[in-house]
């Protein structure tokens, strides 16, 4: 029994180390949440179509969202089941069973090929929420724009809010697609051999 030095490869974490939490904040109350709204506005707009433009491309960006963000809750769970630490396999196996070198290798092993599949997951319900955000704020600016030319009094606040919805929409479609795509930049780069 070697209790000298690391045996085989450390234990996986997250980076930053609170990006677990963030994650499940993200899967467990901001997706529901934002499924729930995406109902909720289906409902209104379903109810009193006739006060729409566009109330069948509205229901169908709306429908969209929550259904992207009831997949990013259950895409959530699947990831939350594999992510775990060392503290944690300490609250299940003993100190003696943990002594083994050989079970200790086993389990990084194990924990390894978890992190991973959390790693998956995780990306899912990262896409999953982003899309629904962006289909969210498609759907609220069709439900914005003025039912049909004078109708509506104050039109031109109905077209500005109108606008603001879209520009979130592009927003989210940067914000969303910058990091990964820095990180594949950076990663062909240093690949290529150019710092």
Request: proline share 6%; hydrophobic share 45%.
């Amino acid at each position: 029994m070697n209790r000298g030095g690391p045996v085989g490869p450390t234990w996986r974490k997250p980076s930053p180390l609170g990006f677990g939490a963030a994650v499940d904040a993200v899967t467990n109350v901001a997706a529901p949440l934002l499924a729930g709204f995406s109902v909720a506005a289906i409902g209104v707009v379903g109810a009193d179509s006739d006060k729409f433009r566009w109330p069948g491309p509205s229901l169908l960006c709306l429908t969209v969202s929550a259904l992207l963000f009831v997949t990013c809750v259950q895409f959530g769970f699947h990831a939350r089941r594999h992510l775990y630490s060392y503290a944690d396999l300490t609250a299940w196996w003993t100190e003696e069973e943990l002594a083994d070198d050989d079970r200790r290798r086993l389990l990084r092993a194990e924990q390894h090929h978890n992190f991973d599949l959390w790693d998956r997951w995780r990306g899912l319900a990262y896409v999953a929420y982003s899309g629904g955000l962006v289909v969210l704020w498609t759907g609220v600016a069709l439900v914005l724009v003025p039912p049909g030319p004078g109708t509506a009094s104050g039109a031109a606040f109905r077209w500005a809010a109108c606008a603001v919805a879209a520009c979130a929409a592009v927003g989210e479609v940067v914000w969303s697609t910058y990091e990964p795509l820095r990180r594949r930049l950076d990663r062909r780069r240093l690949l290529r051999g150019n710092p």
